[in-house]
C-alpha cells in the first residue's frame, strides 16, 4: 500500500439523522485528521443523502476512516476516491463595490478572463459567481483582493466518480424495505 499523502473524496451515503454530522466528524478528530471540505445533500436516491468529504491523508488512513464510519455510524455505504477517479468541482461568490465594475477596467477583464458570471448589480455592490477547482477559484480570490472583496464564500467539494458506481442498486434496495 502506497503510503504517500494525497486528496481523498470520501461519500458517505446515509440516512438524514441528527446529530450524524457529529459522529462522522468525531471519527476525524480522534484521528487528528482536518477535513478541507464537506458537503452534503440529498443522493440520487429519494430520502437518502449523500456526505462529501475532503481530506489530505494516506490510502491506508482512507481506508481504516471508511470503514470506522460504516461500522460506527449508521451509513448505508461509504467509499473513498482519488482526484484522478472522480469529477469535482466547488462554486463560489464575491461581493464586491459596483463603483470598482465601472471605475477599474481590469476588474472587467479579470471576469471575462476567469469564466465568472456576475449574478447581480445593484448601486451598492455586485455579486460574482464562479464554478471551477479549488486553485481557480483561489487564483480569482487573489486578483480581486486587489480591489477590495467586501464578502467571499467558497462551497465544498461536489463529486461524481468517473466509472460507475453500484450504490444506486443498493439504495433502490434499501429504500424498498
Known amino acids: ?42 443522493s440520487e436516491i429519494e430520502g437518502v443523502n449523500r456526505f462529501v468529504i475532503v481530506v489530505n491523508m494516506t490510502e491506508v488512513q482512507a481506508i481504516k476512516i471508511v470503514k470506522q464510519i460504516e461500522k460506527q455510524v449508521e451509513t448505508i455505504r461509504a467509499y473513498y476516491h482519488t482526484d484522478d477517479e472522480t469529477i469535482y468541482t466547488e462554486s463560489c461568490m464575491f461581493k464586491i463595490k459596483s463603483a470598482l465594475l465601472f471605475e477599474e477596467p481590469q476588474i472587467q477583464n479579470i471576469i471575462k478572463e476567469s469564466d465568472t458570471r456576475i449574478v447581480t448589480v445593484n448601486k451598492e455592490f455586485f455579486v460574482l459567481e464562479k464554478s471551477g477547482r479549488r486553485h481557480e477559484i483561489e487564483a480569482l480570490r487573489r486578483d480581486l483582493n486587489v480591489f477590495g472583496i467586501m464578502q467571499f464564500v467558497r462551497s465544498g467539494r461536489i463529486a461524481v466518480t468517473k466509472d460507475e458506481m453500484k450504490i444506486t442498486e443498493m439504495l433502490i434496495a434499501f429504500n424498498n424495505q
Do not use: P, V
Open 1 to 42: 500500500m502506497n503510503e504517500e499523502i494525497k486528496t481523498f473524496t470520501i461519500s458517505i451515503y446515509t440516512e438524514n439523522n441528527i446529530g450524524l454530522l457529529n459522529r462522522i466528524s468525531a471519527i476525524f478528530q480522534r484521528r487528528h485528521m482536518n477535513i478541507e471540505s464537506l458537503t452534503t445533500s440529498q
